[in-house]
C-alpha cells in the first residue's frame, strides 16, 4: 500500500508520517506541502520524496492520502485527492463549515473512495473498555459525563481564525463529541457554551465550556481549554468521568505513564508507555482500502462532531442554547 501525505501544517503530520514508516507493507510514497521548506525538511526526516505540488503527488502511484492541513483547506484537498481517485484520511475538524462538511460528503459518495475521519482516541484501550462496558450493560443507564480535553496553545493556523474555524473549542471538542456519540450510541441535543481568551494574547478564544444534552436523556460537560504551559510535561490530556446508574468509571488517556525524579536536571521526567492510537487510526485506513470495505470512522462522523463545534460558537455568541436535533 502506498501513501502520500498532502501538507505538514498540522503537527499530527509528523506523528502519521512516523506510523505509516512502521506500518507493514506500506510505504510513504512522498509529500507535498505549502510551504517549500516545511516540506522537503519533512520528507528528509522521514525518507521520502517532496513533491512541489499536491497536484505532481496525486499524478504518483498512491493508494491514499493523509490530509494534515489547515482546517480551511480540508474540503479543497479531499475534492483534489477524490477526483484523482486516491482515498483520504483527514485530520479532525472534517471542515471549517457544515457547508464544507456535507459537500465533502457528497464528494465522497459521488466517487466511492474510501474516506476516514481521523478521531484516534476511538484506539485507546481503555475508551475500547468503556465502549465493551456500556454495551454489556454494567454501567446502567447513562446518567452524566464530566471531560476535559485540555493542551497546550498550538500557534500557527490553529490560531487563525479563517484557517481554523475557531480555536480552543473547535480543536479540542470534536474528539469529545465523536467519543460520547461512538461509545454511548447517542447524539448531541442540545449545546450551551461559554468562551473566552485568558492564557494567550491570540485571536481566538483559548478557553471554553460547553454543557451538552444527549438524545439518551443524559448530560455532558466538555473543558476544551488551551490551558497548559509551553513547560508542561506533555501536550496535554483526553479525560472522561462517566457516571451511570450501575456503575461510575473513568478514562485517562495520560493514565499509561511512568513519573522518576532525579538528581540530575531536569529532575522531573515523565514517560508515556500506552498504546499508539494514531498507529490504529492509520492501520484502520489502510485495511479499509485493502480489505475493500468502509472506514469505521466515516464523513458523517466528521459532520456530527462539526455540529457541536458549530453550535458551541453560535450559542456563545447568542448567550443562549442551541438545539442540534
Known sequence: MRLGIMSFAHMHAYSYASVVKQLPGVQLVGVADENPDRGR?????????????????????LDGVIITSANRDHRALTEMAAAAGKHVLCEKPIATTLEDAYAMVKIVEETGIKFQMAFPCRFIPSVQRLKALYE????????????TNHGKMPGGFFIDPEAAGGGAVMDHTVHLADLVRWIFQTEVREVYCELDRRFHDIPTEDCGLLTLELTNGAFMTIDPSWSRPDSFYTWGDLYMHVVGTD????????????????????????????????????KE?????????????????????????????????????????
Open 136 to 147: 454489556e450493560g454494567r454501567l446502567g443507564r447513562l446518567l452524566a459525563i464530566r471531560s
Open 41 to 61: 525538511q519533512a520528507a528528509k526526516q522521514f525518507g521520502t520524496r517532496y513533491f512541489a505540488s499536491f497536484d505532481e503527488l496525486l499524478k504518483a502511484d
Open 285 to 325: 485506513f489502510v485495511d479499509s482500502f485493502r480489505e475493500d470495505r468502509e472506514p469505521s470512522i466515516t464523513a458523517m462522523d466528521g459532520v456530527r462532531a462539526l455540529e457541536v463545534a458549530v453550535g458551541a460558537y453560535e450559542s456563545a455568541r447568542s448567550g443562549q442554547p442551541v438545539k442540534l436535533r
Open 247 to 282: 456503575m461510575a468509571a473513568e478514562v485517562d488517556l495520560m493514565r499509561q505513564s511512568l513519573e522518576r525524579i532525579t538528581l540530575d536536571q531536569p529532575s522531573y521526567q515523565w514517560d508515556f508507555w500506552g498504546a499508539n492510537m494514531d498507529y490504529y487510526l492509520v
